[in-house]
């Protein structure tokens, strides 16, 4: 079963990567807004799902305010007890910490996904996080 919203993000998420790919930049951010006008249209709310948030991250290209989003994704994923999309958020994260040069934090918050994950049944995930820990570790 997919969660609250999950066509409407897929189709957004999907319109902003073509909108990427053929250079278009007015309706990638005009698609970028949309998305965010959903988010906060559904925060809170019966239909509130880290799906949203963590898409809205996910294209956000400011790494401060990606993370910043990230956290609003998480807290959803952990109130409503969905271990894989707070590992998928936290590798995420971890990923974008490790890209602005805040290595130790990326690597605490891949642990984190880590433990995460392994009450999860998404090996392709578990796998993510595993060679990220395992290029962290050789880097710090």
């Known amino acids: 079963m997919n969660p609250p919203l999950y066509d409407?993000?897929?189709q957004m998420a999907l319109d902003i990567?073509?909108?990427s790919v053929s250079e278009n930049t007015k309706l990638k951010w005009a698609t970028y807004e949309k998305l965010k006008l959903l988010c906060e249209a559904n925060e809170n709310t019966k239909n509130d799902h880290p799906i949203q948030w963590e898409a809205l991250a996910d294209f956000t290209d400011n790494d401060a305010q990606a993370i910043i989003i990230y956290r609003?994704?998480?807290?959803?994923a952990e109130s409503l007890n969905?271990?894989?999309y707070a590992a998928s958020?936290?590798?995420?994260m971890a990923e974008r910490c490790q890209d602005s040069g805040q290595s130790d934090t990326a690597f605490e918050l891949a642990k984190k996904a880590n433990e995460l994950a392994?009450?999860?049944n998404?090996?392709?995930l578990r796998q993510q996080i595993s060679e990220f820990l395992l290029h962290a570790n050789i880097h710090t």
């Open 8 to 10: 409407e993000v897929h």
């Open 118 to 120: 392994k009450s999860t």
């Open 17 to 19: 990567v073509n909108a």
């Open 72 to 76: 609003k994704a998480l807290s959803c």
């Open 82 to 84: 969905l271990n894989e």
């Open 89 to 92: 958020i936290n590798l995420a």
């Open 122 to 124: 998404n090996l392709e």
